[in-house]
């Protein structure tokens, strides 16, 4: 059973940074594509990140240029680095274990519980 454990999450003041990490085991982690979704209040589950196998990224518009993904394949470790946060980015953020090309992201069905950000003045 592939389980997955988020940490990193809390508060921060708008332009400030925050790094999320995920660790998972009970899976061949190295073969795995990761990424990272978030939920927002009221809204559907988004992919803001993802990060294939070899270590290739892709983002969503609306982080692109703020957050970076990255993979630490001895430590079985996905990072969200997250910099010049804005109060739209609050959300309930989850890692994600699934398989993929850098243009494309296809979850599995492997979710750790999430970690909460909350930005605001």
């Known amino acids: 059973q592939v389980q997955l454990v988020e940490s990193g999450g809390g508060s921060a003041q708008p332009g400030e940074s925050l790094k999320l990490s995920c660790v998972v085991s009970?899976?061949?982690?190295?073969?795995?594509?990761m990424g990272w979704y978030r939920q927002a209040p009221g809204k559907q589950r988004e992919l803001v990140a993802h990060i294939t196998a070899p270590g290739g990224t892709n983002y969503a518009d609306s982080v692109k240029g703020r957050f970076t993904i990255s993979r630490e394949n001895a430590k079985n470790a996905v990072y969200l680095e997250m910099s010049d946060l804005k109060p739209e980015d609050t959300a309930v953020y989850y890692c994600?274990?699934?398989?993929?090309?850098?243009?494309?992201?296809?979850?599995?069905?492997?979710w750790g519980n999430g970690t909460v950000v909350t930005v605001s003045a």
């Open positions: 009970g899976g061949a982690f190295e073969i795995y594509a």
């Open positions: 994600n274990a699934g398989y993929g090309n850098t243009r494309e992201y296809y979850n599995m069905d492997f």
